[in-house]
């Protein structure tokens, strides 16, 4: 979180559940049957369990999972049970009170916990929590590693993106990750199933109950696979997280599903082959932060 917090939008900036529901109806005729919700904080929207009950309810809707910080997860998981849901994945970046305090701007790592506890006991019930790596929390590495010794969830350590303010941030990657778990755990050993559709490489860790991933796009460059597209709050599809190109769909939805159809199919089709991460000039670049593009 940055120290001088983020710009806010106005409630008439962001796209109505309804509106969003109509998009994925869209999404659906064009093949796409697995919904992530992610923000932002999507917990923090009134309404959001009914919303997912309802995008789970589309015809053609596969899975619908969730990106969360945790912070009110174990208030709502009877809801999202209820709801559906088919898979969460938690934010943390320290198991430490005082380092995930200094990251997040905020002292609630209880609440975190407690609501990773309160997914973590159903039963097969996908819950993957997910650390960004970052040389503030270097010493936290193993500490959530941990996390996965005794519980059946995935711990997955994620290269961040040089978007935004972290532009200019230091570097640091899964090399650096591998090397302290395998030093500390033994050698990770590559699960064979992957836990999802999406780039995450999963291992196993001998002793260890849950799995171990790395979202590498930086030194592990997936792009050959990338399936993916995001849809910011305001109704702007991104076919790629490092550029600008794209297609504002709320204004086209608004004269009519199928003009939103053909301006997504046409951006889809123009969806790039590969970021350039690193490389200091590129047309297009988006400079939004993860957190205006739903990272």
Known sequence: MPEEGIRELRHEDILSYEEILRLCRVFICLGVNKFKVTGGEPLA??????????????PGAESVTLTTNGVRLAEFMPALTKAG??????????PDRRRYAEIARRDLLPAVLEGLEAAAVLPDFRLKLNCVILSANADDWLGLAEMARDRALAVRFIERMPLGVAERAEQIG?????????????????EELPLGPGPAVYYKLEGFKGRIGFI?????????????????????????????????????LAESPEKARQAAAEAIERKPAEHFFGKSELPFR??????????
């Open 45 to 58: 929207r009134r309404g959001v369990c009914e919303f997912i009950a309802a995008l789970k309810a589309l």
């Open 286 to 295: 988006d400079g939004a932060a993860m957190n205006q593009i739903g990272g």
């Open 174 to 190: 899964e090399a650096e990750v591998r090397s302290a778990l395998e030093a500390a755990y033994g050698p990770l050993q590559p």
């Open 216 to 252: 590498s796009a930086l030194s592990h460059k997936f792009c050959r696979s990338c399936r993916r597209l995001r849809l910011t709050s305001s109704g702007f599809l991104k076919t790629c997280l490092q550029y600008s190109t794209g297609v504002n769909l709320r204004p086209l």
């Open 85 to 94: 849901i088919d898979g969460i994945n938690v934010s943390l970046d320290s």
